[in-house]
């Protein structure tokens, strides 16, 4: 995504999704999680883990038909 924005023009944005992603890295003691979210920076000092939806299992798929 970031060599999207850099690709496209727009350097700024792609530097600040990397300082982003960085920053929750260190966070998470460098084990980020499936997702993340859900407060701005400002409202939390450090980003906290989102939980999946209750029948999102990592790994395990359906079979297919």
Same mark, same amino acid.
């Given at each position: 995504? %970031? @060599? &999207?924005?850099? $690709?496209? &023009?727009?350097?700024? %944005?792609? #530097? *600040?999704?990397?300082?982003?992603?960085? /920053? #929750? #890295?260190? #966070?998470?003691?460098?084990?980020? !999680?499936?997702?993340? &979210?859900? /407060?701005? *920076? @400002?409202?939390?000092?450090? !980003? +906290? !883990?989102? *939980?999946?939806? @209750?029948?999102?299992?990592? &790994?395990? $798929? $359906? !079979? +297919?038909?």
């Amino acid at each position: 995504m %970031a @060599a &999207g924005l850099a $690709r496209t &023009g727009h350097p700024q %944005a792609a #530097a *600040r999704l990397i300082d982003g992603v960085l /920053a #929750a #890295a260190r #966070a998470f003691d460098h084990r980020l !999680p499936e997702l993340w &979210g859900g /407060a701005t *920076r @400002a409202n939390t000092p450090t !980003p +906290s !883990p989102t *939980r999946p939806p @209750a029948d999102h299992k990592p &790994g395990r $798929r $359906r !079979p +297919s038909p």
